[in-house]
Each structure stands twice: as C-alpha cells, then as structure tokens.
C-alpha cells in the first residue's frame, strides 16, 4: 500500500537556525498535507499542496511539492522556540483515507 | 479550538471492562474519522465515516466498535482491551472526504491495565 516516509525523526536546532523536514513516496501523491502537532497537543492542519511543482508560503513556512509529486518538503526559516512540535505530511485518497508519515520532531533551544 | 470535542481526555480501564468514547464536531462537517496515535507509530487511520456510513474499516480488530448515530457525533465502544491498545485515540473530522484538511480533537489519553 501507499507509505510516506518522513526525514529526520528529530531536529534539533538553536533558535534562529532554519530547518527542513522532508517527505518522501515511492508512488506519485494525488496531493500532501502537512501537520503540526504541539507535544501535549493534537495534529493541527498548516496547508495542502496539489500541483506538481507548487511552492506555498505562511509566514516563516515554505511548503513545496515536488515536480514528480513524489516528495515535498516544508522548511522553517529563522526557527523560534513557539515552532517546537512534530511536524506530519500526510496524503490522501477521495476515499478520505489519510496516510501519515512518521513525523519529525522539532526542538529549538533558546 | 472547540471545533471537535472529546470526552473523556482520560481514560484507565481494565481488560475486562467496557468504556465509549465520544467524539462531536460543531463545523457541520460530513466526515469523520478515528485516529490511533502511539509512541513511535505514525497516526493510524481506524475508520472513516461519511453522512453517517461508515466507508473504510482499516482492518481495526472487533475489540474496537465504531458507532455514528449522525454527521455530529462519533463514539468509540471498547472491549476486552489489551496492553498494547493503551494510546491516544483522535477523533477528526472535515467537510467531504476530499476536503483539504481534517480537523482534530483534542484526543482521549487511554491506558488499559
């Protein structure tokens, strides 16, 4: 079945520091979605890419897709200690059924 | 965010009881689904409904039975549980199942002793 693989399991990083978390299939992603999760907290939707090539940006958060649309990646620029948290890509089917990627954990030291 | 509730947040049962849990979203939503999330484990899909019907069973053992009375309200009914089954158990919810985005719980904290 479908997998996501997701790289590194955990980041650590002064505050600052930038940081990127990848996502990674072997088959091509109808779209990727991308989570934040606070620890204590429950998954929080960020964004959801569909096109092939797409780049979107929230703030300090750059979301992209890659051309294959078999990868995307979501890179934190000049990271502060509110953004520690996992952070999940996830890729759906109509069907509604959502297939996560393991998470990364983001920690920023102060 | 009050969007989708859980009750209870925590939850400690023996192997031998049975407990529901209970999961109501205000978005008018038409989707809704249970998530197990563990330590180390990715989010795990349990079940997937849609206006009430439930459309995906994630090979979820019998000991977990799902109930949606309506488009507002999910339950989890629990059964004979073991060790392993101790996680957090999310509720989430969105306008169709091919909605950007599904909508989260706070969750359920469940330890089974």
């Known amino acids: 079945g479908q997998q996501v693989m997701q790289i590194p399991q955990y980041q650590h990083v002064q505050e600052g520091e930038d940081f990127t978390t990848y996502c990674n299939s072997s088959t091509t992603l109808s779209n990727i979605q991308w989570y934040k999760q606070r620890p204590g907290g429950h998954p929080v939707f960020l964004i959801q890419l569909v096109k092939s090539g797409e780049v979107k940006k929230q703030k300090r958060l750059t979301f992209q897709f890659g051309e294959a649309k078999k990868n995307s990646s979501l890179h934190i620029t000049a990271t502060q200690t509110t953004d520690v948290g996992t952070y999940f890509c996830a890729s759906s089917s109509n069907t509604g059924k959502l297939i996560f990627g393991q998470g990364t954990t983001l920690q920023v030291k102060p | 965010e009050t969007g989708v509730t859980q009750t209870p947040r925590h939850l400690v049962m023996g192997m031998t009881n049975k407990k529901s849990l209970k999961c109501e979203q205000h978005l008018g939503h038409n989707a809704m689904y249970w998530y197990k999330q563990s330590a180390k484990k990715p989010l795990e899909l349990m079940f997937v409904?849609?206006?009430?019907?439930?459309?995906e069973n994630n090979s979820v053992p019998s000991r977990f039975s799902p109930e949606c009375p309506n488009s507002s309200h999910l339950f989890l009914h629990l059964h004979t549980l073991q060790p392993e089954d101790s996680a957090l158990y999310l509720c989430?919810?969105?306008?169709?199942?091919?909605?950007?985005?599904?909508?989260f719980g706070p969750g359920t904290r469940l330890t089974v002793l």
């Open positions: 409904y849609n206006f009430k019907e439930q459309t």
């Open positions: 989430a919810s969105s306008q169709t199942l091919a909605s950007a985005g599904q909508f």
